[in-house]
């Protein structure tokens, strides 16, 4: 079982702060030291240690948030991806709300994100799990949007509330046109149904601007910070948090932590709302 996880912050593009993380699983091995995650994952996937796994991070994330309020720090919504097999087995509204019980913090404060696989599997019981998400006020992203065969007609069916576009487009938009043109028909169409997006793997300064000027409300990725432990996390989030906000023409060379905001400002990701919701 994975011994630690670490997080990827996101950055809105509005407030010189950082509006979200997203929980990383890692795996420090006594004898083989770093596990990639793809290595676990793919193992945990063909048994039913996934629900396991998911669950760990979850008290992980739940542990870390009441870290931060017991530290005076404004929590900052933490996502966590969750497997089909999750999903499917476990009662995840339901074992949201007891792990948000016991470490004393609400429910919301944690976000549930699903690969396009996962969430184009819209059966039942997947929707009603969702619905219960969204009534606890917990938001839902499609991670690495545009990378899989579905069709779009769960976008009008599912209560989701980000799209992700997948770094695969994102890391040479600026150089091919045709990256460039399905970053731009996604943000386009995610701000027709009223969903936020996040683009993944912003590395320059030139990402940004030309995701600012398409639209997108909030990305991540190495121009913003690497990945960061526990502890880094908690530190980086006091900094941000006494930060006042600046509005400079851009970051220094080499300023990993420099924010949108710093290129242009734009709108902010929609609270979630009715939009998916049962009558």
């Not at 083989?32 to 998911?54: M, R």
């Not at 690495?144 to 779009?152: I, N, P, R």
């Not at 121009?223 to 908690?234: D, H, I, Q, Y």
Request: include cysteine; charge should be positive; glycine fraction near 6%.
């Amino acid at each position: 079982m994975p011994s630690r996880s670490s997080c990827s912050p996101s950055s809105i593009s509005a407030a010189d702060a950082w509006c979200r993380f997203e929980a990383l699983a890692r795996w420090n091995d006594p004898r083989h030291g770093s596990v990639p995650p793809l290595s676990f994952i793919e193992v945990a996937e063909a048994s039913d240690l996934i629900v396991e796994l998911g669950e760990c991070v979850f008290r992980n994330v739940a542990r870390q948030i009441a870290a931060w309020q017991r530290a005076g720090l404004k929590p900052v919504p933490v996502a966590v991806n969750v497997s089909a097999k999750q999903l499917k087995r476990s009662n995840l509204p339901e074992r949201l709300v007891a792990i948000a019980h016991e470490f004393d913090i609400a429910p919301h404060q944690m976000e549930v994100e699903l690969t396009e696989s996962v969430a184009m599997q819209d059966s039942e019981q997947h929707v009603t799990k969702l619905h219960a998400l969204r009534d606890l006020g917990v938001r839902v992203s499609v991670d690495d949007f545009g990378t899989g065969y579905s069709s779009l007609a769960y976008l009008r069916n599912l209560p989701i509330d980000y799209l992700k576009i997948d770094r695969t487009f994102v890391r040479d938009m600026n150089v091919d046109r045709n990256d460039a043109a399905i970053v731009r028909a996604i943000i386009s169409m995610a701000q027709s149904l009223h969903l936020g997006t996040v683009a993944e793997g912003i590395e320059t300064r030139e990402h940004a601007s030309q995701l600012l000027a398409l639209g997108c409300s909030t990305g991540q990725g190495y121009f913003f910070a690497s990945r960061c432990r526990r502890s880094e996390t908690e530190r980086a989030a006091a900094h941000h948090a006494r930060a006042p906000p600046r509005c400079s023409a851009g970051p220094e060379p080499g300023d990993r932590q420099g924010f949108l905001s710093r290129v242009r400002a734009c709108p902010a990701p929609r609270s979630p709302s009715s939009r998916g919701r049962r009558p």
